[in-house]
């Protein structure tokens, strides 16, 4: 297994960082990409992957929620930092009209310049989209031709989104939410419809803890060694057997990831 988003970064590990690595590990997790949504995490971020350089990879870029802080500074910032060769795309970067911690110009501005970005250095996009389907994907819609690969981390939408976005050629990223069985009900339903080959899974650590677990520890902190719930959880709502999703995710990961 490889688990496409992890928050390494967020103050929440900041005690047990390596426990929780080493733990990963030891529960059959081959690879984390560590998330980042501003500057200074995808700082921290490649700091992290250089001290296991063969385990730990990263994405670099600004959130939607942060949007506001992107201007030319912070593209040529991204720019540098990309260079590196422990970072495997661009972002976490998109549209999030349900917070709107930045404004939706802001948001667009900031999504359209790591959109270029991406194009330009030719990596991948890590992109996030929540209550903005229709304009991500008007904005998205120009530079697809010109991305190495996109793929929509944590799809919590309609089938009829998913639907869209994998016409688009998108990869899809299924979180713990999935494991909710107040909220996840409706991704059960339609998981079934992401390809073998398009279907990649996350925890999105430290957030979503899968809800449907045995025994669920007290700080209701998420781990990627949690992930074998939410493999689990999807294989069944496919009618896989868990060896063939890890086994098609994995494989979908490391092309995308060029791990």
Not at 119 to 142: G, T, W
Not at 176 to 195: Q, T
Request: net charge neutral; hydrophobic share 35%.
């Amino acid at each position: 297994m490889i688990d496409i988003c992890i928050n390494l970064t967020n103050k929440r590990f900041n005690k047990d960082r390596q426990i929780v690595i080493n733990a990963a590990k030891q529960a059959g997790v081959k690879g984390l990409i560590i998330t980042s949504t501003n500057l200074q995490e995808s700082e921290k971020a490649i700091a992290l992957t250089h001290s296991d350089p063969n385990y730990l990879h990263c994405t670099v870029g600004i959130h939607p929620h942060d949007a506001k802080t992107f201007d030319d500074k912070s593209l040529q910032k991204l720019r540098q930092m990309a260079q590196d060769p422990q970072v495997k795309a661009i972002g976490e970067c998109g549209l999030d009209f349900n917070r709107n911690f930045s404004t939706a110009h802001d948001q667009e501005y900031a999504f359209i310049g790591q959109l270029e970005l991406a194009v330009e250095l030719q990596l991948p996009v890590f992109m996030h989209e929540r209550d903005a389907s229709k304009r991500l994907i008007s904005l998205l819609k120009p530079y697809l031709t010109q991305l190495s690969n996109v793929v929509l981390h944590c799809f919590t939408g309609s089938k009829s989104e998913l639907n869209h976005y994998i016409e688009l050629g998108l990869h899809i990223g299924i979180t713990g939410w999935i494991c909710d069985e107040r909220r996840g009900k409706a991704l059960l339903e339609i998981v079934k419809w992401i390809p073998d080959d398009r279907l990649m899974i996350e925890t999105d650590a430290p957030y979503l803890l899968p809800r449907n677990m045995h025994e669920k520890p007290k700080s209701s902190r998420n781990e990627p060694k949690y992930l074998p719930y939410i493999a689990q959880t999807i294989a069944n709502a496919r009618g896989q057997s868990v060896n063939e999703l890890i086994i098609n995710s994995t494989r979908n990961s490391a092309l995308f990831f060029d791990l």
